[in-house]
């Protein structure tokens, strides 16, 4: 069983910058696909940032060039900077990760999520 824990949302003012961080522990294989995700009041889960085994960052359109997603530990912890944050970031944000055991026959994937942490923004 995996267990992710995310930190580092608040209240900030437009223009401002906050530092997600995922935290997992429990058995992770060697291959993670990691992504943070956000849901505003009354809208469905978006794909913010997403960061696949081996690969490199990517963004969905309205974060990109303002936020960047990093691995800081190999194994376990992900890391997601917001700059120049909007009040439309304003949503509670959540870690995902999708753990591949690629040793077994079929190849069986593992997906987890974090329990979120809310991101608001003043004007």
């Known amino acids: 069983q995996v267990q992710l824990v995310e930190s580092g949302g608040g209240l900030v003012q437009a223009g401002e910058s906050l530092v997600l961080s995922c935290v997992a522990s429990g058995s992770i294989f060697n291959l993670n696909d990691w992504s943070w995700y956000r849901q505003a009041p009354g809208k469905q889960r978006e794909l913010v940032a997403w960061l696949p085994a081996g690969d490199t960052a990517n963004y969905a359109d309205p974060v990109k060039g303002r936020f960047t997603m990093s691995i800081v530990n190999a194994q376990n912890r992900v890391d997601l900077r917001m700059n120049a944050l909007k009040p439309e970031d304003t949503a509670v944000y959540y870690c995902?990760?999708?753990?591949?055991?690629?040793?077994?026959?079929?190849?069986?994937?593992?997906?987890?999520w974090g329990q979120g942490t809310q991101v608001t923004v003043s004007t």
């Open positions: 995902n990760l999708e753990t591949v055991n690629d040793a077994s026959r079929p190849i069986t994937r593992y997906r987890y």
